[in-house]
Protein backbone atom coordinates (compact mmCIF):
# COMPACT_ATOMS: atom_id res chain seq x y z
CA UNK A 1 0.00 0.00 0.00
CA UNK A 2 0.99 3.49 -0.70
CA UNK A 3 1.10 5.47 2.39
CA UNK A 4 2.96 8.85 1.19
CA UNK A 5 4.37 10.34 -1.55
CA UNK A 6 7.49 12.27 -1.97
CA UNK A 7 8.43 14.21 -5.28
CA UNK A 8 7.86 16.88 -7.70
CA UNK A 9 4.44 18.47 -8.94
CA UNK A 10 4.21 18.54 -12.97
CA UNK A 11 0.60 19.76 -13.48
CA UNK A 12 -2.50 20.28 -11.41
CA UNK A 13 -5.75 20.65 -13.10
CA UNK A 14 -9.52 19.63 -12.05
CA UNK A 15 -8.72 19.26 -8.23
CA UNK A 16 -5.93 16.94 -8.84
CA UNK A 17 -2.31 17.04 -8.90
CA UNK A 18 0.06 15.06 -10.78
CA UNK A 19 3.52 13.76 -8.78
CA UNK A 20 6.77 12.75 -10.90
CA UNK A 21 9.14 10.58 -8.40
CA UNK A 22 12.45 11.04 -9.92
CA UNK A 23 13.81 8.03 -8.33
CA UNK A 24 11.67 5.57 -9.48
CA UNK A 25 10.67 7.63 -13.27
CA UNK A 26 7.20 7.33 -12.36
CA UNK A 27 4.00 9.50 -12.28
CA UNK A 28 1.21 9.71 -10.02
CA UNK A 29 -2.13 11.52 -10.50
CA UNK A 30 -3.86 12.07 -7.42
CA UNK A 31 -6.62 13.99 -6.01
CA UNK A 32 -6.21 16.41 -3.56
CA UNK A 33 -8.25 19.56 -1.95
CA UNK A 34 -7.82 22.63 -2.96
CA UNK A 35 -5.38 21.76 -5.79
CA UNK A 36 -5.01 25.38 -6.71
CA UNK A 37 -3.08 25.87 -3.61
CA UNK A 38 0.26 23.98 -5.13
CA UNK A 39 2.53 25.51 -7.49
CA UNK A 40 4.24 23.24 -10.38
CA UNK A 41 7.84 22.22 -10.18
CA UNK A 42 7.74 22.22 -6.37
CA UNK A 43 8.78 19.40 -4.12
CA UNK A 44 5.83 18.24 -2.03
CA UNK A 45 5.20 15.41 0.47
CA UNK A 46 1.78 13.76 0.60
CA UNK A 47 -0.10 11.30 2.62
CA UNK A 48 -2.09 9.16 0.34
CA UNK A 49 -4.99 7.17 0.58
CA UNK A 50 -6.09 4.50 -2.06
CA UNK A 51 -10.06 4.12 -2.75
CA UNK A 52 -11.28 1.64 -4.50
CA UNK A 53 -14.51 1.56 -6.53
CA UNK A 54 -15.90 -1.83 -8.76
CA UNK A 55 -16.52 0.37 -11.71
CA UNK A 56 -13.37 2.59 -11.64
CA UNK A 57 -10.88 0.65 -9.70
CA UNK A 58 -8.13 2.70 -8.17
CA UNK A 59 -8.04 6.43 -7.31
CA UNK A 60 -5.19 8.02 -5.15
CA UNK A 61 -5.89 10.63 -2.69
CA UNK A 62 -3.33 13.13 -1.56
CA UNK A 63 -2.94 14.90 1.78
CA UNK A 64 -1.00 17.43 3.47
CA UNK A 65 -1.00 15.59 7.07
CA UNK A 66 -2.64 12.73 9.14
CA UNK A 67 -5.52 14.76 10.02
CA UNK A 68 -6.88 15.69 7.24
CA UNK A 69 -6.56 11.72 5.91
CA UNK A 70 -8.12 10.69 9.01
CA UNK A 71 -10.54 12.97 8.58
CA UNK A 72 -11.38 11.95 4.89
CA UNK A 73 -11.53 8.22 5.54
CA UNK A 74 -14.12 9.25 8.78
CA UNK A 75 -16.50 11.43 5.88
CA UNK A 76 -16.40 8.45 3.39
CA UNK A 77 -17.16 5.99 6.09
CA UNK A 78 -20.29 8.23 6.19
CA UNK A 79 -23.29 6.50 3.80
CA UNK A 80 -23.96 8.52 1.12
CA UNK A 81 -20.69 10.47 1.44
CA UNK A 82 -18.53 9.53 -1.95
CA UNK A 83 -14.46 10.51 -1.73
CA UNK A 84 -16.00 13.78 -3.97
CA UNK A 85 -18.22 14.56 -1.76
CA UNK A 86 -15.60 14.64 1.48
CA UNK A 87 -13.37 16.31 -1.20
CA UNK A 88 -15.71 19.58 -1.47
CA UNK A 89 -17.12 19.69 2.47
CA UNK A 90 -12.27 20.11 2.50
CA UNK A 91 -11.99 21.85 0.08
CA UNK A 92 -15.28 24.71 0.85
CA UNK A 93 -15.34 24.44 4.11
CA UNK A 94 -11.82 23.12 5.70
CA UNK A 95 -11.09 20.60 8.99
CA UNK A 96 -11.63 23.37 11.44
CA UNK A 97 -15.34 24.69 10.07
CA UNK A 98 -16.29 21.56 9.32
CA UNK A 99 -15.03 19.71 12.43
CA UNK A 100 -17.03 22.68 14.90
CA UNK A 101 -20.75 22.63 12.36
CA UNK A 102 -20.30 18.91 12.94
CA UNK A 103 -20.08 19.53 16.87
CA UNK A 104 -22.54 22.69 16.66
CA UNK A 105 -25.19 20.78 14.53
CA UNK A 106 -25.03 23.46 12.16
CA UNK A 107 -27.08 22.44 9.51
CA UNK A 108 -26.85 25.63 7.45
CA UNK A 109 -22.97 26.03 7.14
CA UNK A 110 -22.96 22.35 6.27
CA UNK A 111 -25.65 22.45 3.63
CA UNK A 112 -23.40 25.64 1.64
CA UNK A 113 -21.09 22.82 0.71
CA UNK A 114 -22.29 21.33 -2.96
CA UNK A 115 -24.09 18.53 -3.39
CA UNK A 116 -24.98 18.51 0.46
CA UNK A 117 -28.72 19.66 1.33
CA UNK A 118 -30.27 19.68 4.75
CA UNK A 119 -31.40 16.05 4.86
CA UNK A 120 -27.66 15.18 3.76
CA UNK A 121 -26.30 17.93 6.76
CA UNK A 122 -28.43 16.41 9.08
CA UNK A 123 -27.26 12.76 8.21
CA UNK A 124 -23.61 13.73 8.24
CA UNK A 125 -23.94 14.93 11.95
CA UNK A 126 -25.88 12.11 13.39
CA UNK A 127 -23.10 9.59 11.42
CA UNK A 128 -20.28 12.08 12.15
CA UNK A 129 -20.48 13.30 15.82
CA UNK A 130 -19.35 11.09 17.96
CA UNK A 131 -16.05 9.99 15.25
CA UNK A 132 -15.48 13.79 15.27
CA UNK A 133 -15.35 13.51 18.95
CA UNK A 134 -12.92 10.75 19.59
CA UNK A 135 -10.51 11.96 16.29
CA UNK A 136 -10.24 15.00 18.39
CA UNK A 137 -8.77 13.17 20.89
CA UNK A 138 -5.95 12.77 18.88
CA UNK A 139 -2.73 14.07 18.86
CA UNK A 140 -2.69 15.44 15.46
CA UNK A 141 -6.16 17.13 15.79
CA UNK A 142 -4.81 19.52 18.38
CA UNK A 143 -3.87 22.05 16.61
CA UNK A 144 -7.95 22.45 15.41
CA UNK A 145 -8.31 23.57 18.89
CA UNK A 146 -6.11 26.68 18.18
CA UNK A 147 -7.42 28.34 15.52
CA UNK A 148 -9.92 30.62 16.08
CA UNK A 149 -11.71 33.40 13.73
CA UNK A 150 -10.90 31.05 10.64
CA UNK A 151 -14.73 30.57 9.56
CA UNK A 152 -15.08 34.57 9.63
CA UNK A 153 -11.87 35.12 7.97
CA UNK A 154 -12.80 32.46 5.27
CA UNK A 155 -15.81 34.36 4.21
CA UNK A 156 -14.46 37.84 4.15
CA UNK A 157 -11.85 37.00 1.82
CA UNK A 158 -14.36 35.07 -0.44
CA UNK A 159 -16.23 38.25 -0.35
CA UNK A 160 -13.36 39.99 -1.91
CA UNK A 161 -13.03 37.53 -4.60
CA UNK A 162 -10.34 36.07 -3.60
CA UNK A 163 -9.95 32.42 -5.19
CA UNK A 164 -10.67 28.91 -2.94
CA UNK A 165 -7.08 28.64 -3.58
CA UNK A 166 -5.83 31.91 -2.47
CA UNK A 167 -8.01 31.96 0.59
CA UNK A 168 -6.69 28.32 1.30
CA UNK A 169 -3.14 29.84 1.47
CA UNK A 170 -4.01 32.66 3.37
CA UNK A 171 -5.69 30.27 6.23
CA UNK A 172 -3.01 28.06 6.11
CA UNK A 173 -0.74 31.40 6.77
CA UNK A 174 -2.77 32.85 9.52
CA UNK A 175 -3.36 29.63 10.94
CA UNK A 176 0.37 29.19 11.80
CA UNK A 177 0.65 32.25 13.87
CA UNK A 178 -2.98 31.83 15.31
CA UNK A 179 -1.83 28.90 16.91
CA UNK A 180 1.05 30.57 19.14
CA UNK A 181 -1.28 33.17 20.60
CA UNK A 182 -4.69 34.50 20.96
CA UNK A 183 -5.19 37.13 18.23
CA UNK A 184 -8.06 38.98 17.31
CA UNK A 185 -10.11 38.94 14.19
CA UNK A 186 -9.36 42.49 13.31
CA UNK A 187 -5.00 41.14 13.96
CA UNK A 188 -5.89 37.49 11.79
CA UNK A 189 -7.47 39.45 8.92
CA UNK A 190 -5.15 42.31 8.77
CA UNK A 191 -2.14 39.19 8.42
CA UNK A 192 -4.00 37.27 5.59
CA UNK A 193 -4.45 40.78 3.96
CA UNK A 194 -0.79 41.04 4.10
CA UNK A 195 -0.06 37.77 3.21
CA UNK A 196 -2.46 38.23 -0.07
CA UNK A 197 -0.89 41.02 -1.06
CA UNK A 198 2.55 40.16 -0.92
CA UNK A 199 1.47 36.55 -2.61
CA UNK A 200 -1.21 37.26 -5.16
Request: glycine content about 6%.
Amino acid sequence: MISAINGLIVSIELGQIEIKIKSLDLNFNLFVPNASKFTINSEIILLTYMHWNQEQGPTLFGFEDKAQRRLFVAMINCSGVGPKMALAILEQLGMHDFVNAVRQQDLKLLSTVSGIGAKKAEQIIVQLKHKIDKLSEQPEFATLAGTEHISEIRSVLASLNYSTGEVARAIDYVKQGALEKSETFDIVLRRALSFLSKNV
